[in-house]
T-cell receptor
């Protein structure tokens, strides 16, 4: 079984401040990990993915995430928030083999304050 | 990545009726999935739409309630049958293709927002 826990359903940051969205995973096998972003009235888009290569993964729009096995974490960061980053962010996990069912976290809504 | 079109984008339905959501992908994909996103909750996988065979349903979802078709590698439908207000939700179609990394990276449609009165 696999699951992800996202801490904080709502996060507010000032424009230009650091963005940190937390995600912890649970998986009985080596996982693949993902961050997706959903803008209002749109489907989810892939921000970045971890597939057991480099532990620090860079994605689109300046976001990055670091896979920490010892902490079972995959937190999403961005050094400087932009107004356009306001959206809902979902962490997700799948197994790295076999039937790769993707399990999503409950999401974190990011608000960027001018 | 693939572009996915869903319709309808939204609908208001009466209790007891059924609605079919269509999902069209602009390229052939190996796997298609249907998710439900209820207000304030995460995405829940309903089923995997298999081309040429019956869909594979997740625990808690049954074919009689959510019949799915997948006649080819670019198209799928999800029907929400005998709707009740509890079925009010956003229904998302998604697809994946085999990538070099081997990961199941999903592309999503914009969703179909159903309100059942």
């Amino acid at each position: 079984a696999q699951s992800v826990t996202q801490l904080g359903s709502h996060v507010s940051v000032s424009e230009g401040a650091l963005v940190l969205l937390r995600c912890n995973y649970s998986s009985s096998v080596p996982p693949y990990l993902f961050w997706y972003v959903q803008y209002p009235n749109q489907g989810l888009q892939l921000l970045l993915k971890y597939t057991s290569a480099a532990t620090l993964v860079k994605g689109i729009n300046g976001f990055e995430a670091e896979f920490k096995k010892s902490e079972t974490s995959f937190h999403l960061t961005k050094p400087s928030a932009h107004m356009s980053d306001a959206a809902e962010y979902f962490c997700a996990v799948s197994s790295s083999g076999g039937y790769q069912k993707v399990t999503f976290g409950t999401g974190t809504k990011l608000q960027v304050i001018p | 990545s693939a572009v996915i079109s869903q319709k309808p984008s939204r609908d208001i339905c009466q209790r007891g009726t059924s609605l079919t959501i269509q999902c069209q992908v602009d390229s052939q994909v190996t796997m298609m999935f249907w998710y439900r996103q209820q207000p304030g909750q995460s995405l829940t996988l309903i089923a995997t739409a298999n081309q040429g065979s019956e869909a594979t349903y997740e625990s808690g979802f049954v074919i009689d309630k959510f019949p799915i078709s997948r006649p080819n590698l670019t198209f799928s439908t999800l029907t929400v049958s005998n709707m009740s207000p509890e079925d009010s939700s956003i229904y998302l179609c998604s697809a994946s293709r085999d990538l070099d990394s081997g990961a199941n990276v999903l592309t999503f449609g914009a969703g179909s927002r159903l309100t059942v009165l």
